[in-house]
């Protein structure tokens, strides 16, 4: 490494604290969260040459953007291998646990009516109703759909009013604000 | 009438069933999504996908809290250093060396050590070179992928264009941007690794008045297998303008 290379790279040793924070911020434990600050600076090495030295945070936070993405990815494709595991061993065992058959099937279908009603929505209410449902903030909503809250707020509204059309009054209460 | 919480719970089932039959988007297609370089429809289709995904979502949007990380006691930040240390000293140095010293004979040993010592560690030395310091065998020229909409030219469903290891190449990457771009830059992708991994990237790439992007590949240096060229546009930030797909096969 060149001594100028060294100098850069140190300074940008000087947030490891905050690149660590970044991982734990984003759910993962201390020690995934330090190994993976340690691939940010492995990676940030091997492209030295192309760092002009400005923005450390902001390209410290794109590169620990990257590994966390392709990290999640990793997760989420070793966890349906899991899953795929899981459920070749679940179907010779008994639970406790386990939702009555009955209650799992009424809940599936549920799942399914609204699915299938969901599906039917147009691209731009269906996406505004897919966040709303994963817990979204108004705010995060917008922010990544880049919707004013006017808009957002009266996609939501035609959404619901499409899907009491498509589910009729047991949809009373769903997504409502009171 | 079933209740709120019931359709709760229905609405987060579907999601969780959602995951299992939509893929996690790539990392390459989720930035190009926020820095707005994408197509209208490809945009859509891609904020749907990401729904599935709040978590990814998140790491693009989320402020960190600046005082996350605070609490690591200084031996461990000192341990963390001194790996970070040990992975990147010997076999990393010596593969950002310059293509130009690499070609030099006193620097042979030295490059082919480092070659050696990255495909031990299953990395990929990938050297281009300007065009001045060697004589390429063959020319190719390369067409974006197509599959980017109305912002790619180039024959739409262009096969992988096809090298062979151990060749030395010109690239010539046909691409015609709306408007020009203060500068150009090039990444190289291994999209044989899952998930695929950026391995090389090069600032300041010069674009020729015929509209391409000429490139020299170093063929000898890439083991068989399926890479992704992605050109981006930088004019404040960088932007994705297209992507070229290649195939390596072996000699």
Redesign the interface.
């Given at each position: 490494?060149t001594d100028d290379n060294e100098r850069r790279f140190e300074e940008l040793?000087g947030y490891?604290?905050?690149?660590?924070?970044?991982f734990?911020?984003?759910?993962h434990s201390d020690e995934d969260?330090?190994d993976l600050?340690?691939e940010v600076?492995?990676r940030v090495?091997?492209?030295?040459?192309?760092y002009r030295g400005e923005a450390k945070w902001n390209y410290l936070?794109q590169v620990a953007?990257?590994i966390?993405?392709?990290a999640?990815?990793?997760r989420?494709?070793a966890k349906?291998k899991a899953d795929l595991v899981s459920d070749e061993k679940l179907a010779n065992v008994e639970d406790a646990s386990v939702v009555p058959a009955d209650v799992a099937l009424e809940?599936?279908a549920?799942?399914?009516?609204?699915?299938t009603a969901?599906e039917q929505l147009d691209?731009?209410l269906?996406?505004c109703v897919?966040?709303y449902?994963?817990?979204?903030s108004y705010h995060?909503i917008e922010?990544?759909?880049g919707l004013s809250e006017s808009t957002l707020k009266s996609r939501l509204h035609d959404a619901r009013k499409r899907l009491k059309q498509l589910l009729g009054?047991?949809?009373?209460?769903?997504?409502?604000d009171s | 009438?079933?209740?709120?919480p019931?359709?709760?719970?229905?609405?987060?089932?579907?999601?969780a069933?959602?995951?299992?039959r939509v893929p996690?988007p790539?990392?390459e297609k989720?930035?190009a999504l926020f820095l707005g370089s994408l197509p209208q429809a490809e945009a859509?289709r891609l904020?749907?996908q990401?729904?599935?995904?709040?978590?990814?979502?998140?790491?693009?949007?989320?402020p960190?809290?600046?005082?996350?990380?605070?609490d690591?006691p200084e031996e461990?930040?000192a341990a963390?250093?001194e790996?970070?240390r040990r992975?990147?000293n010997a076999p990393?140095?010596a593969?950002?060396r310059t293509p130009s010293r690499r070609r030099s004979p006193s620097w042979s040993f030295v490059a082919t050590a480092a070659a050696i010592a990255l495909l031990a560690l299953g990395g990929i030395a990938v050297l281009l070179h300007s065009r001045s310091e060697s004589i390429p065998r063959s020319t190719k020229i390369l067409y974006a992928d197509g599959d980017r909409g109305g912002t790619t030219r180039g024959a739409a469903g262009q096969p992988p264009i096809e090298l062979t290891a151990g060749t030395e190449y010109l690239l010539k990457l046909v691409f015609w941007p709306e408007r020009p771009y203060r500068q150009y830059r090039l990444e190289l992708v291994d999209a044989g690794m899952?998930?695929p991994?950026?391995i090389w990237?090069?600032?300041g790439v010069q674009r020729e008045r015929d509209g391409s992007y000429p490139v020299e590949l170093a063929g000898d240096e890439l083991k068989p297998g399926r890479y992704r060229l992605i050109l981006y546009g930088v004019q404040e930030r960088p932007e994705l303008l297209a992507t070229y797909s290649i195939r390596v096969y072996a000699k």
């Open positions: 490494m040793f490891y604290r905050r690149v660590v924070g970044f734990r911020h984003h759910g969260a330090r600050a340690q600076y492995v090495f091997e492209h030295m040459d192309t936070e953007r990257r966390a993405l392709n999640f990815r990793d989420n494709a349906r809940r599936q549920l799942s399914h009516r609204l699915g969901i691209l731009n269906r996406i897919l966040y449902l994963q817990g979204f995060e922010q990544t759909l009054d047991d949809l009373a209460e769903f997504g409502g | 009438m079933i209740s709120k019931d359709w709760d719970v229905a609405g987060r089932d579907w999601i069933a959602g995951r299992e996690p790539t990392p989720i930035e859509d904020r749907e990401l729904a599935y995904y709040p978590e990814m979502v998140r790491v693009m949007t989320d960190v809290p600046l005082d996350v990380g605070a690591l461990e930040v963390d250093l790996r970070i992975q990147i990393f140095a593969a950002v899952t998930p991994r950026s990237n090069r600032n």
